[in-house]
Nanobody, 125 residues
């Protein structure tokens, strides 16, 4: 069973910084992409930042230049933890949302997708 554990988030003033982390483990053969999405109470879930297989990073236009995704998920570790970090700088009130970790992977030759439980990020103006 794949386990996905998130940490980070919280309350910060506008202009401040927060760091999210997400760790996946559990016999993962291959990671295709791992990263973060966010969703407000009346919004659809939107992609924030991803690391894809091979190490390519993808960002939404709204966070480019402010958020940075990093970690070892581009090099799948079968027997170890695969982690991504999201460093969020220059936070704005509109970044307030619940942030969800997401991973698309292969396990036992089956393609699977998992979501974390979500972590609240609140930016006060």
């Amino acid at each position: 069973q794949v386990q996905l554990v998130e940490s980070g988030g919280g309350l910060v003033q506008a202009g401040g910084s927060l760091r999210l982390s997400c760790t996946a483990s559990g016999g993962i053969d291959r990671i295709h992409a791992m990263g973060w999405y966010r969703q407000g109470p009346r919004d659809e879930r939107e992609m924030v930042a991803l690391i894809t297989e091979g190490g390519r990073t993808v960002y939404s236009d709204s966070v480019k230049g402010r958020f940075t995704i990093s970690g070892n998920a581009a090099d799948t570790n079968y027997n170890a933890e695969n982690t991504v970090f999201l460093q969020m700088n220059s936070l704005k009130a509109e970044d307030t949302d619940v942030y969800f970790c997401n991973i698309n992977l292969d396990r036992n030759r089956v393609n699977l997708e998992y979501w974390g439980q979500g972590t609240q990020v609140t930016v006060s103006s």
